[in-house]
């Protein structure tokens, strides 16, 4: 599986929008991006994940560039409750992959008031 | 709630010693993986069972440690003759193994957190 690079921490102000960059330039044409995070003192969450479009859904939009080779992780509207390590993984999904997942260190979001 | 739970939350022990974690995964959720975590860094793999079968074990699970998952329902997961090194959190996940979506997400427990003297 592709390794994936991010930013250790970052900060955002709560109610704007927080931009999660992720780089993952030897990805494969068939590895997908996947993104969860981890609230302090709790199991990681999954987010979203995605192949090559543009995903969006109730947490989240994914925004992957043309080549693949990094993407972003939009949380429109972040709130205190977003602060936490946010993990971008990328991974292969195949019919019946049972799917083990390679963590990295994650990017630090602090949302501050 | 339905979620993952394991137990303890916490276990201190002292070096030498057994210590043995339970997970209950989402009911009716085939697929369990056991992961990792120390401080600062992300989660990693274990070793993962699908119904009572373990197929996969990472080079991380030396032969102090042994997972069970016995009638594919909760699972245990011994760690023989702890060791400093070992202390960490130690997550479970589960997921539904079914459908037609080839991705079936995770579901993290909340940990139980060890800590070797």
């Known amino acids: 599986d592709a390794k994936t690079t991010q930013p250790p921490s970052m900060d955002c102000a709560e109610g704007r929008a927080a931009n999660l960059p992720c780089n993952h330039s030897t990805i494969s044409g068939n590895e997908y991006v996947y993104w969860y995070r981890q609230i302090h003192s709790q199991g990681p969450q999954y987010i979203i994940h995605g192949l090559k479009n543009n995903e969006t859904n109730e947490m989240a939009s994914l925004i992957i560039t043309e080549d693949r080779k990094s993407s972003t992780l939009i949380l429109p509207h972040a709130t205190l409750r977003d602060t936490a390590v946010y993990y971008c993984i990328v991974r292969v999904e195949v019919t019946d992959s049972w799917g083990k997942l390679q963590f990295g260190a994650g990017t630090q979001v602090v949302v501050t008031p | 709630d339905t979620g993952v739970s394991q137990d303890p939350r916490h276990k201190i022990t002292k070096r030498g010693q057994n210590v043995t974690f339970r997970c209950d995964p989402i009911s009716e959720h085939n697929r369990l993986y056991w992961y990792r975590q120390t401080l600062g860094q992300g989660p990693e793999f274990l070793t993962y069972?699908?119904?009572?079968?373990?197929?996969?074990k990472s080079r991380l699970l030396s032969d102090r440690f042994s997972a069970e998952r016995p009638k594919g329902s909760f699972s245990t997961l011994e760690i023989q003759r702890t060791e400093q090194g070992d202390s960490a959190m130690y997550l479970c996940a589960s997921s539904s193994g079914r459908g037609l979506n080839l991705y079936n997400e995770q579901f993290f427990g909340p940990g139980t957190r060890l800590t070797v003297l």
């Open positions: 069972f699908q119904n009572e079968a373990q197929l996969e």
